[in-house]
């Protein structure tokens, strides 16, 4: 380009014989779509005001929050290039829909703020456990990461509490479940129930069974019985 001194190597070839990231893919610009299209098909660069063709090897991996397939219809993403970055597709479900996790990530975020800000928070309040299972994170683990990060700054006390986490009580929620199929919501009960205890004592079997009330043999049967692993 015009004034330049210099040749400067770009991202995708400092990335040589290692991984390329691209995130949010999906919000690429047409032209940029192209661009990526060529080098996918190719696997050569030419740097910005060079003219050498300059081959690169290496693992492209892809990440979005869009429905690519939705994308395609609008005419809004290249099916090509869909095609060639979909060899392998790992669908991430959202943190509403991994029971257990929220409370794991939770504690594990605790500790990380904790450290950072020389708290001394020692876990979270019976009330706090229950809003953070209760709540649909709209925003996902940052979401989390952020209202715990708040909790710990602003708890007045050792332990955090919804108030803390600027999160309703489960107590107070006016939403009620759909599902009336008494088996249905029985077995959802006792998974929420086998998950909920694992996160609590960090996947010790012994100490869950103590909180579940049952024997170590049941509680791998129940764990064998959801695909708890």
Same mark, same amino acid.
């Given at each position: 380009f015009?004034?330049?001194a210099?040749q400067?190597r770009?991202?995708?070839?400092?990335?040589?014989?290692g991984t390329?990231?691209?995130?949010e893919?999906?919000?690429?610009?047409g032209?940029?779509?192209?661009?990526l299209? %060529?080098?996918?098909?190719?696997?050569i660069i030419?740097?910005i005001?060079?003219?050498?063709?300059i081959?690169?090897?290496?693992r492209?991996?892809?990440? &979005?929050?869009?429905?690519?397939q939705?994308?395609i219809?609008?005419a809004?993403?290249?099916?090509?290039?869909?095609?060639?970055?979909?060899?392998?597709t790992i669908q991430i479900p959202?943190?509403?829909?991994?029971d257990?996790?929220t409370i794991?990530l939770?504690?594990?975020?605790l500790?990380?703020?904790?450290?950072h800000?020389?708290? &001394?928070?020692?876990?979270f309040?019976?009330d706090?456990?229950?809003?953070?299972?209760?709540?649909?994170?709209p925003?996902?683990?940052r979401?989390l990461?952020?209202?715990v990060?708040?909790a710990?700054?602003m708890?007045?006390t050792n332990q955090? &509490?919804?108030d803390?986490?600027?999160?309703?009580?489960?107590g107070?929620s006016?939403n009620e479940p759909?599902?009336?199929?008494?088996?249905q919501?029985r077995e959802e009960?006792?998974?929420?129930?086998?998950?909920?205890?694992?996160?609590?004592?960090e996947?010790?079997v012994?100490?869950?069974s103590?909180?579940?009330?049952v024997? %170590?043999?049941?509680?791998?049967d129940l764990?064998?019985?959801?695909?708890?692993?």
């Open positions: 015009t004034g330049a210099k400067t770009g991202k995708i070839e400092h990335a040589e014989g390329l990231f691209l995130d893919i999906g919000d690429l610009s032209a940029l779509q192209a661009k299209l %060529r080098f996918l098909q190719e696997r030419e740097r005001g060079g003219r050498k063709e081959p690169v090897d290496v492209v991996i892809c990440a &979005t929050h869009q429905d690519l939705k994308l219809t609008s809004e993403f290249r099916e090509d290039l869909y095609y060639r970055i979909s060899e392998v959202p943190l509403r829909d991994r257990g996790d794991l939770a504690k594990d975020f500790n990380k703020f904790n450290q800000n020389a708290n &001394t928070i020692k876990g309040t019976n706090a456990i229950a809003a953070l299972e209760a709540y649909p994170w925003g996902n683990v979401e990461e952020n209202k990060k708040r710990v700054i708890a007045e955090v &509490t919804s803390d986490l600027e999160l309703q009580s489960a107070e006016s759909d599902n009336l199929n008494l088996r919501v009960a006792d998974k929420r129930a086998l998950l909920h205890a694992l996160a609590l004592v996947n010790n012994s100490k869950a103590k909180i579940l009330g024997s %170590r043999p049941t509680l791998y764990m064998n019985k959801y695909g708890i692993k």
